[in-house]
């Protein structure tokens, strides 16, 4: 796979912002980090398509800003965000958060090592100090009390204040990085104070073009008439989520993608789109609903090879 870099050239993404990048890592790559932690710099397996919203996520964390990415499903906030760190060589550390979600959780707590208590940091605490990026997934499914530790950290202040301990800065390299959905069972507004600290990137749907060419990224091997069918059928079933005929269980892109993974291992497309999309709808009429408009695009006995060009060495 090409590097991130060419990738985003490519793709049109301007050449003064990849210009910034590059001294950004020239300036922070020689950071020292433990192996272990340089093993959390990620190697995308998917690519993020859409040179406009590149363009302003990597503008506002090459200004120093922090970016929420907010958004309905299925928009590739969580795929943007480790592309990001990718790009910008940093290691990544990925906070999942709930209504459990505490202060000690995010910066560190005691901890007994069998003959003295220590401090155990947290992610927060590691991104600081190693210049990682922080994705806080979810953000507004926490507890705005939890997150209230984070303000220091995220604006002009850069520090944490670990009780008991020290006063840390945070390091110049580290960005965070907080995603959002709109609705999600469990989540709450922001509130005011934690917003203003992130530049705020509305995500929107992948386009059709972008999105044919994200599969054949991922599916070198699809066929192209059968790629365009299941692109089609994504936007068959966001059409009727946006007309509140079914719910938006079903659109779901990381869904599409497993189910032609599970095509390309021998499954049957009907099975793997039952188990990939049909699935995630609990209701059996809505079930049904979302069987019909699959079945007016994909055939249901659909094999690999029919899905898949044949290469070198597969026979026959």
């Not at 000690?104 to 990026?133: E, H, K, M, Q, W």
């Not at 069972?185 to 386009?207: K, Q, W």
Request: hydrophobic letters at 40%.
């Amino acid at each position: 796979m090409k590097s991130l870099m060419e990738f985003l050239s490519q793709e049109g993404v301007s050449s003064m912002l990849l210009d910034r990048v590059a001294e950004y890592r020239k300036t922070y790559d020689a950071m020292e980090i433990p192996e272990d932690t340089s093993r959390r710099i990620p190697q995308s397996e998917v690519r993020y398509y859409g040179t406009g919203v590149w363009e302003k996520a990597i503008a506002a964390l090459l200004s120093g800003e922090n970016l929420l990415l907010a958004g309905p499903k299925a928009t590739g906030k969580n795929v943007l965000a480790e592309n990001l760190a990718e790009l910008f060589g940093r290691p990544l550390w990925d906070v999942s958060f709930h209504v459990n979600v505490d202060a000690s959780y995010l910066i560190g707590t005691d901890t007994y090592d069998g003959s003295r208590v220590t401090f155990r940091p947290g992610p927060i605490y590691n991104c600081a100090v190693y210049g990682g990026f922080g994705i806080l997934d979810e953000i507004n499914m926490a507890r705005n009390e939890a997150l209230a530790v984070l303000h220091a950290t995220l604006d002009f202040r850069h520090v944490i204040d670990v009780a008991g301990y020290d006063r840390i800065s945070v390091s110049p390299a580290a960005r965070f990085i907080g995603t959002m959905n709109y609705g999600y069972a469990g989540t709450r507004d922001l509130n005011e104070a934690l917003c203003s600290r992130f530049a705020i990137l509305d995500m929107p749907l992948i386009g059709e073009g972008d999105l044919q060419r994200l599969l054949q990224d991922v599916f070198p091997t699809i066929r192209p008439k059968i790629c365009q069918q299941f692109v089609y059928l994504f936007y068959e079933i966001e059409r009727k989520a946006q007309a509140a005929e079914i719910s938006e269980r079903a659109l779901d892109l990381r869904g599409l993608i497993d189910a032609i993974r599970l095509v390309e291992k021998g499954i049957s497309s009907g099975d793997a789109l039952e188990m990939c999309i049909v699935n995630k709808t609990f209701d059996a009429y809505e079930r049904r609903l979302v069987t019909d408009v699959i079945k007016s695009r994909i055939p249901t006995d659909l094999k690999r090879e029919d899905v898949f060009e044949q290469t070198a060495g597969q026979g026959e």
